[in-house]
């Protein structure tokens, strides 16, 4: 008589919904972070062009941290000190914090290019006509600046989303997480590193494609 | 009417304009020459107030440029400028250009400021070129371009900062052509520039720059055929 508790068993099609689900929290918390940082990097990207001397004082030290310390460092120091000031977090809401900062620290240097991209000449010339400061950015700097960064922003968009993988670690169930259980239950890690693989692309690819496109309608 | 009373202008240490004294009447075209560096970019920026002065006024119709109360957006709807570069947007189509200013500062509905902009746009001869973008022009055609978006604004003065500088030598004329026409139809203008035959032949008065001052104003005639100031002698030798 042969009888076993069946520990592993193997790779099934509940497994790639499983699969699926924690891809659309990649996508989520991605979304969120991307959206949010590029809001919040656009504005410290102005704050560093307009306020020269206060940007490199204060602004800019703090970027470059969230810059240069490893995403992964910045989850758990965050994950783990957060409490401490009163803030309970969990696994999603430390993830989207952090990677929201490091977002808009990437996007800050690529907005603050964009408006230097426009060149004061342009401006100049925008203000002549009679434009008020915000009048100039809004239909001037912007669009022309916004256009020029785009294929860095893309850049750092599609990084984010896959950085977003180091939010794992905290046990939110996103892509990796999703994978590491699997393996643990099939022992099949190929497979299933290339499935999550084949996600990661499903989910960039898209994006890319229509931002060349874009790219492609702007030079026109 | 501007008029323009002891204006000094600094950059730093450097004394760029040393008491600028003119007045430039309505309907009058100016033209000024002078050496690079002699303060002429420097006293039109000064008269739209992109640039803040030490020393002395600019009077738009009466309301002073430089006064802390002065609306300068308001103000520069009255004066159209046009630059060296021409500066056009580039993401936008060639009547969006110029209907952009209107439609935002001036409040136009759009179809009113496309109205005004179709119709600045065959003033200076770019009826054919609605709807495309200035990257698929030449820079004549977009000079000519920057001269219609700041026509749009329907100002009463036109001041051109070496409009023609940066253009290829064959693409001179054209945008010269566009200039003639505006002073024929009664514009007051004021042309910085190096074009010499322009000056003479389209300017009511011609006033040489030098060294942040102006060494001498009169008319065309008098400018070129019987210069009075040595320094003037001096120039006119060297660019004839």
């Known amino acids: 008589m042969e009888q076993s508790v069946t520990v592993f068993s193997s790779f099934s099609v509940q497994d790639l919904s499983f699969l699926g689900e924690a891809a659309l929290r990649t996508l989520w918390i991605s979304f969120l972070s991307i959206t949010i940082g590029s809001v919040l990097g656009g504005f410290f990207g102005w704050a560093l062009y307009e306020m020269k001397v206060w940007g490199a004082i204060f602004l800019n030290p703090i970027l470059d941290v969230f810059r240069s310390v490893p995403l992964i460092v910045q989850l758990v120091l965050f994950y783990n000190f957060a409490p401490i000031v009163g803030l309970n977090l969990d696994a999603f809401e430390s993830g989207l914090v952090v990677l929201t900062l490091y977002t808009s620290a990437l996007v800050a240097n690529v907005a603050r290019g964009g408006i230097e991209a426009v060149g004061k000449p342009m401006r100049i010339t925008s203000r002549s006509l009679g434009m008020s400061y915000l009048q100039d950015m809004r239909y001037v700097v912007f669009p022309i600046g916004a256009r020029a960064i785009f294929p860095s922003w893309v850049g750092v968009a599609l990084g984010v989303m896959k950085d977003s993988a180091l939010v794992s670690v905290l046990g939110y169930v996103e892509l990796v997480k999703a994978s590491q259980v699997l393996i643990t239950r099939t022992q099949e890690p190929l497979l299933i590193i290339l499935v999550v693989g084949a996600f990661y692309f499903a989910l960039s690819y898209p994006v890319s494609r229509y931002s060349a496109k874009l790219e492609k309608r702007w030079s026109q | ?240």
């Not at chain 2, 002073?64 to 709807?77: E, F, G, I, S, W």
Request: hydrophobic share 40%; with cysteine.
């Open chain 2, 1 to 240: 009417m501007i008029s323009i009373d002891g204006l000094h202008k600094y950059f730093d240490n450097l004394h760029v304009l040393q008491g600028i004294d003119l007045e430039v009447q309505k309907g009058e075209v100016l033209s000024v020459i002078g050496a690079s560096g002699s303060g002429k970019s420097t006293f039109l920026y000064c008269i739209n107030g992109i640039e803040p002065v030490q020393q002395g006024s600019v009077l738009v119709d009466g309301i002073d440029v430089h006064a802390k109360t002065t609306d300068l957006n308001k103000l520069r709807q009255r004066l159209g400028m046009v630059f060296q570069q021409w500066n056009s947007f580039p993401h936008l189509t060639a009547i969006q250009n110029v209907a952009l200013a209107p439609q935002i500062v001036k409040k136009m509905s759009k179809s009113e400021a496309i109205e005004v902009a179709a119709r600045q746009l065959e003033h200076v001869g770019l009826g054919d070129k609605f709807n495309v973008f200035p990257n698929a022009l030449s820079g004549g055609q977009q000079q000519r371009l920057a001269i219609a978006r700041a026509l749009a604004m329907d100002p009463q003065y036109m001041l051109f900062d070496e409009a023609t500088s940066a253009l290829d030598p064959e693409l001179v004329g054209e945008v010269l052509d566009t200039m003639r026409i505006l002073a024929e139809e009664g514009m007051t203008m004021i042309c910085v520039t190096h074009e010499m035959g322009f000056a003479r032949d389209v300017s009511d008065r011609v006033a040489y720059f030098h060294e942040g001052i102006v060494e001498e104003i009169g008319s065309p005639e008098q400018i070129f055929n019987e210069p009075q100031s040595e320094q003037t002698k001096k120039f006119l030798a060297k660019v004839r």
